[in-house]
């Protein structure tokens, strides 16, 4: 079988095998120590293997952090690609967008003080992932379809801002989440 161009070298098996190793001992540290479990070293020895194992995988806490978030950012973008309304296609444009705004706090709920450490660790890191870009692109075709003469491309990026895991974090402090998500929602105004 030939290479698919552009695809990258696969990954061998005993590597494949560290790497699952490496993102399970995370998880149990994450959720026996909090974020905390997260240490590189202990991670290694919890997954039985070198800590340069793991520094080739995960140059950082930060790449070990998006790891563990990866089968969570999945679902999240199969239930606003594809999954029922309102989150879902079928709905009209504004009730997906504050569907979406609503679901990303519950995520940050959930995996918020992760997030910011998959967010926060490397400059900019929040910026080049795929799941911002994807974020942002959606939220862009939504704002488009609600009024074709803003500036969605700005008007994403303005939301987004908010939703970034260091400052909902910050936000949980003196705010619930209903307060947190009704201002989100309120955020956006077409023709404001």
Do not use: C
């Amino acid at each position: 079988m030939l290479p698919i161009a552009g695809a990258g070298t696969p990954e061998r098996a005993d590597a494949a095998r560290n790497r699952q190793k490496i993102v399970r001992a995370a998880a149990k540290l994450v959720a026996a120590k909090g974020i905390d479990g997260l240490a590189l070293d202990e991670v290694a020895a919890e997954a039985g293997v070198g800590i340069g194992t793991v520094y080739r995988r995960f140059p950082d806490k930060g790449a070990l952090a998006q790891a563990l978030l990866d089968e969570n950012e999945r679902e999240f973008q199969e239930a606003f690609i594809s999954g029922p309304p309102p989150l879902g296609p079928g709905a009209p444009a504004p009730q997906r967008l504050k569907a979406f705004l609503e679901a990303y706090v519950d995520r940050l709920e959930t995996h918020g003080e992760l997030l910011m450490v998959a967010e926060t660790e490397t400059p900019m890191a929040r910026f080049v992932t795929g799941a911002y870009r994807l974020h942002h692109s959606h939220l862009v075709a939504l704002m488009s379809e609600i009024d074709p003469k803003t500036d969605a491309h700005f008007r994403a990026d303005a939301l987004l801002a908010p939703l970034a895991a260091a400052q909902y974090v910050y936000q949980r402090q003196s705010m619930t989440t209903e307060q947190i998500k009704k201002g989100l929602v309120d955020l956006y105004r077409p023709n404001a």
